[in-house]
Structures are given as structure tokens and as C-alpha cells.
T-cell receptor, first 114, second 113 residues
Framework: GALVYQYPRRTICKSGTSMRMECQAV??????VAWYRQSPQKTFELIAL?????????EQNFTQEKFPISHPNLSFSSMTVLNAYLEDRGLYLC??????????FGPGTRLTVL | GDSVIQMQGQVTLSENDFLFINCTYS??????LFWYVQYSGEGPQLLLQ?????NKGSSRGFEATYDKGTTSFHLQKTSVQEIDSAVYYC????????????FGGGTRLTVRP
């Protein structure tokens, strides 16, 4: 079956530093990858959407300069949180769409900023 | 714009009770509708999805019907168990939107033994 892995599962970084997280789809080829942030008191905030053969599209309040994303092939994506601060803490989720409808999430990377 | 509303922030039941979680959506066209379940410390897991209006999706005893008339996609289960305790999210997506989902606020279900 379809599986989505995310690495690392948890990370702690000092304020002002950066950290990179990865997302790997196993058993299927992703047609689209979306990165979300789930903050403690909020539902899911869409950061950016990456679709095969299209430019990565960032949502309002999120920029490529702050959250650069790499999507080199159909099964792998990575995102970096640059200059992380307290408001960047949360659970970062990778959502991967297979075909036209099914969408699966990884377990998330929990970011703590000190 | 697109939105998904879950009116119940929390639901507390006893084992074998009937579960009903409310979900309504607002958008244009015919989106695909989803229910995800998120257990503590994990990412959301796809519970069920329905792509066609008036169809029903079911999984693990849960079911939801895509009601285009009332723009609803309520989640039901006849008899809940303690292991069903989790947060349930209703979501929707348009077919041309890639992996972009619009989520509801979530409903935390607590099932007492």
C-alpha cells in the first residue's frame, strides 16, 4: 500500500538557525506534494503546493525565501525552515497525492524552537 | 472562498454509543470529500473519501454520505470503541488542485470504556 515517510520525526533548533526536513513516498508516484504546518491551536496551514511539471506555489504568509522546497522527482520532496523562530514551531506535514483523488500524509516532523 | 465547517469541537461518548460528527462545506463545483483521523503524535490518516455526489464512503465501520443538496458530509459510526478516540478532520479538494486540501477545524472524539 501507499506509504509516506518523513524525516526527522522530531527536531529542536535554536532560534535563528535553520533545519531541513524530508518527505518520501513509497509504493507509488506522487503527482502532487503539499507541505502543511499544524500549529498547537490551529488546524492545517498550507505552506506550498508542488505539482509535477509546474512551479512550486506558495500560500499567502509563506515564501520561498523562508521555506525553500525541493521536489526533484515523483517520490521525494524536502523543505527547509530558514531562520526559525518561536512562531515557526509546530508539526510539519507532507501530503502526497496519488493520481486524481487519493491523498496520504506522512507522520510529520515536529519542530521545536528554543 | 472554500471552507469546511465542523461545528463540534469535542464529542465524548461511551463505548457502543452511536457517533455523529457534523461537517458542512462551501465551494463551487463538485469537490472530493475526505475524512481523516489523527491519533496523538501522528500525522492524519485517510479514513474515507468520496468523489461523487450522493455516494457513500465507508471504512472500519465509519461511513459518510456526500450530500450535494445540503453540502454536508457527516461522519457516522453505529458503535464506537475506545480505540476510536482521536481527532477527526473533514476535508475537501478539487480535482485540479493537486494535493491542496481545505480542512475543517477538527472534532476531538473521546470514548470512555
Amino acid at each position: 500500500g501507499a506509504l509516506v515517510y518523513q524525516y526527522p520525526r522530531r527536531t529542536i533548533c535554536k532560534s535563528g538557525t535553520s533545519m531541513r526536513m524530508e518527505c518520501q513516498a513509497v509504493g507509488f508516484q506522487a503527482t502532487s506534494v503539499a507541505w502543511y504546518r499544524q500549529s498547537p491551536q490551529k488546524t492545517f496551514e498550507l505552506i506550498a503546493l508542488s505539482t509535477v511539471n509546474s512551479a512550486i506555489k506558495y500560500e499567502q504568509n509563506f515564501t520561498q525565501e523562508k521555506f525553500p522546497i525541493s521536489h526533484p522527482n515523483l517520490s521525494f520532496s524536502s523543505m527547509t525552515v530558514l531562520n526559525a523562530y518561536l512562531e515557526d514551531r509546530g508539526l510539519y506535514l507532507c501530503g502526497v497525492r496519488q493520481g486524481a483523488y487519493e491523498q496520504y500524509f506522512g507522520p510529520g516532523t515536529r519542530l521545536t524552537v528554543l | 472562498g472554500d471552507s469546511v465547517i465542523q461545528m463540534q469541537g469535542q464529542v465524548t461518548l461511551s463505548e457502543n454509543d452511536f457517533l455523529f460528527i457534523n461537517c458542512t462545506y462551501s465551494t463551487t463545483g463538485y469537490p472530493t470529500l475526505f475524512w481523516y483521523v489523527q491519533y496523538s503524535g501522528e500525522g492524519p490518516q485517510l479514513l474515507l473519501q468520496v468523489t461523487t455526489a450522493n455516494n457513500k464512503g465507508s471504512s472500519r465501520g465509519f461511513e459518510a454520505t456526500y450530500d450535494k443538496g445540503t453540502t454536508s458530509f457527516h461522519l457516522q459510526k453505529t458503535s464506537v470503541q475506545e480505540i476510536d478516540s482521536a481527532v477527526y478532520y473533514c476535508a475537501m479538494s478539487h480535482n485540479n488542485a493537486g494535493a491542496k486540501l481545505t480542512f475543517g477545524g477538527g472534532t476531538r472524539l473521546t470514548v470512555r470504556p
